[in-house]
């Protein structure tokens, strides 16, 4: 055990240190860290609001019960709910959604205004109500608003048999599915390149810095090429979208994953070694568990990315199926609703694909007691 | 050099640099080889290439293996080994792909991609300045400081940062090129509504990264402050916009790539004819693809240089973080 510890010492910084460190805030400015710091920062949150930074705001959740003025101002349950979720996230989330609504609303006069009105002066006399009425209800709006989306999105989605091209669940499944196909894809080409890069010194050194530097070039500049070569050479439909997807969803995988089956520190990796556990139980019993967190988090950029190149792919073939091809159909026709009807289901097809990630780190990590 | 001299060498009796040297020679001559075999293609030429492969291979090991005492030759070597592994790859690709006689419009050889970018510099550097000194420059820098200038003002409200960081956090994972076809409507098919893109793409990201990052000085530090009776500006300025520093950092390297992808996939939509993004589109539309590779060369090169300047100026700025300190 001391020889283990001493060897730590050695070593200086342990993997997992190294891994935190780029992200971790500085704790050490501008002065060298106390032993203070090492309290959890709620704590010294709390202590520093009782040290007289009462007038700061109490961003950490339940006062003290202690405090002055404490269990004063009770207004029974409902104002305590409203209380508790004012402090919380939804009440300031709502208001900001809100707010974001009513300048859309706004927005939309104002951009829409020349249009309507000239449109209307042509038509007759008119009053302002009118006017502003007309900037929200028309047909092919500069800026629309949101209730025509939402009713857009309705009547594509519940209104039209699934089946049929006008449908916008139709576009949203061929877009769903190439993206769902290569992410799988990617996430395994991803986990199996880390792995290969932790066995292999000669892969760390040479092909690390590419998988590297290939983050940092737009590769979805490439997506053009790629669909229309493999058309050109008959393969059409699904797989060349998934290709693109799957391409840009392994550099994620592979850059976090290795980060991850690094993560291990010094003492557990030299406590599989005196079980005398060869380097795939090691692989398998410790290093791919601990590799989770990081693997769920680059997860949720690849499944990100990989549903822009599967909209993207769509572009250069010509409107034909899927949500990029809603975009650019509707960029042609000046269909803006349409566009915005198209945007709005990517946005939900992310927002649901990363949570169903996170839903998935949820079990696993609570699997492993990481998490309550 | 015979080979009868390198067999020795190459046995690994000798020292690591004797070694090195005798398959970094011998990598170069069955490069010459195949150099030779190319005009004549056919199943010699894969040989070769196979024989190179597997000498660069031994040679990148062996270099890998290495552990060079001076942090100058370690530095070398992090540079050496990529760059060998590289020129190894684009070498593969040249002799695979005029070996098997690939037809070009598939997959046409470095070589030709090279002539392509030499030939048509001019236009290459035409669509440079259209979509990165035009859109992306103006879309990065209105982006990220409409963003920065944003978490400033949302920071001075507890109730604003809880209500717009989540939906922050969320837009992050949206696909936010969606809005290129809109852009280009509103704002006309020059640069304008690249650089509209450009900087939607660029805000929240920017405006996420420096509300966590204004939270980075501890509760201690910003006491220490308030026992110095600093205003809330020269709080921020002297302890909170320092401390903020390497997510403002980490944001602007985000954003120098997000940047590019907007610029270029929003040029899909519409442009005038120039543009990387038109190139690409439209030298593919003729199936001619070394132009397209060469469009992608220039972007790549314009990419990981402007991700490399803005992590040098990090370096320089932020000399004191952990992760940029030496000791």
Same mark, same amino acid.
């Given at each position: 055990m001391l020889l283990v510890c001493r060897r730590q010492q050695i070593l200086g910084t342990s993997p997992r240190m190294t891994a935190f460190r780029r992200v971790?805030?500085?704790?050490?400015?501008?002065?060298p860290p106390l032993?203070?710091?090492?309290?959890p920062a709620t704590v010294g949150d709390a202590v520093a609001r009782r040290q007289g930074n009462r007038k700061g705001p109490a961003i950490s959740a339940s006062p003290a019960?202690?405090?002055?003025?404490?269990?004063?101002?009770? $207004?029974g349950p409902v104002g305590r709910f409203l209380r508790r979720r004012a402090e919380g996230r939804t009440i300031p989330v709502i208001a900001v959604c809100l707010a974001i609504l009513g300048l859309w609303y706004c927005a939309a006069i104002g951009v829409n205004w020349a249009t309507e009105t000239d449109k209307l002066a042509r038509a007759g006399d008119y009053s302002t109500l009118n006017a502003v009425a007309a900037t929200w209800s028309a047909e092919r709006p500069v800026l629309p608003v949101p209730h025509q989306i939402v009713a857009e999105v309705w009547k594509t989605v519940f209104e039209v048999r699934p089946t049929s091209p006008r449908s916008l669940l139709f576009h949203a499944w061929v877009t769903l599915s190439s993206t769902l196909l290569g992410f799988l894809f990617g996430s395994a080409l991803g986990v199996l390149l880390a792995v290969g890069i932790l066995f292999s010194r000669t892969l760390d050194k040479s092909l690390m810095p590419w998988v590297v530097i290939s983050q940092?070039?737009?590769?979805? $500049?490439?997506a053009p090429m790629i669909i229309v070569v493999l058309n050109s050479m008959g393969v059409q439909g699904l797989l060349p979208k998934a290709f693109i997807s799957t391409y840009l969803s392994f550099f994620p995988v592979t850059v976090g994953m290795v980060k991850g089956l690094r993560s291990p520190d010094r003492m557990l990796i030299d406590l599989m070694h005196s079980y005398s556990a060869n380097s795939l139980q090691t692989l398998v019993k410790l290093r791919f568990p601990a590799s989770l967190p990081f693997l769920f988090t680059s997860m949720k950029v690849a499944v990100a990315a990989s549903l822009v190149g599967a909209i993207v792919g769509e572009l250069p073939t010509g409107a034909v199926a899927g949500l990029g091809a809603r975009l650019l159909a509707g960029s042609y026709y000046g269909q803006t609703i349409q566009i915005w009807s198209a945007l709005v289901m990517a946005s939900l097809m992310a927002a649901v694909l990363v949570w169903l990630v996170g839903l998935c780190e949820r079990a696993a990590l609570r699997r492993q007691g990481m998490l309550r | 050099m015979s080979k009868a001299s390198l067999a020795p060498a190459l046995r690994g009796s000798q020292s690591p640099a004797t070694r090195l040297g005798g398959l970094a020679v011998l990598t170069a001559l069955l490069a010459l080889a195949a150099i030779m075999l190319l005009p004549d293609g056919g199943w010699l030429l894969a040989l070769a290439a196979l024989a190179v492969w597997a000498a660069a291979w031994a040679l990148t090991a062996t270099m890998a293996r290495l552990q060079p005492k001076s942090p100058a030759a370690g530095r070398a070597l992090a540079i050496a080994i990529p760059l060998t592994f590289g020129v190894t790859l684009l070498f593969l690709w040249e002799c695979v792909v005029r070996g098997l006689n690939v037809p070009p419009v598939l997959l046409p050889p470095p070589s030709a991609i090279a002539a392509t970018i030499v030939s048509s510099a001019g236009l290459l550097f035409a669509d440079f300045v259209q979509t990165f000194l035009k859109a992306v420059i103006a879309g990065y820098v209105l982006g990220c400081g409409a963003g920065f200038l944003t978490a400033l003002l949302v920071d001075r409200s507890p109730f604003l940062k809880r209500g717009l960081l989540p939906i922050g956090n969320l837009v992050s994972a949206?696909?936010?090129?969606?809005v290129a076809p809109i852009m280009v409507m509103w704002f006309?098919?020059?640069?304008p509504s690249k650089a509209a893109v450009v900087v939607v793409m660029t805000f929240f990201p920017m405006l996420v990264n420096t509300v966590a990052g204004l939270a980075a000085s501890s509760a201690m530090e910003r006491d220490l402050m308030r026992t110095y009776a600093a205003s809330h500006g020269q709080t921020l300025f002297k302890l909170r916009l320092p401390a903020a520093l390497p997510f403002i950092f980490n944001a602007l390297k985000i954003n120098a790539t997000l940047a590019l992808i907007g610029a270029i996939v929003a040029e899909f939509f519409g442009t005038p004819i120039v543009g990387m993004g038109f190139r690409i589109s439209a030298e593919i539309g003729r199936m001619n693809t070394p132009m397209v590779w060469a469009e992608i060369t220039v972007a790549a090169l314009v990419g990981s240089l402007s991700y490399g300047a803005i992590a040098l100026i990090e370096r320089r700025a932020t000399f004191w973080h952990p992760s940029v300190r030496k000791g």
């Open positions: 971790r805030p500085v704790s050490s400015f501008p002065h032993t203070f710091s090492s309290l019960i202690a405090e002055p003025s404490a269990g004063i101002g009770y $207004a940092t070039i737009p590769i979805l $500049a490439i | 949206l696909p936010i090129v969606g006309g098919f020059d640069w």
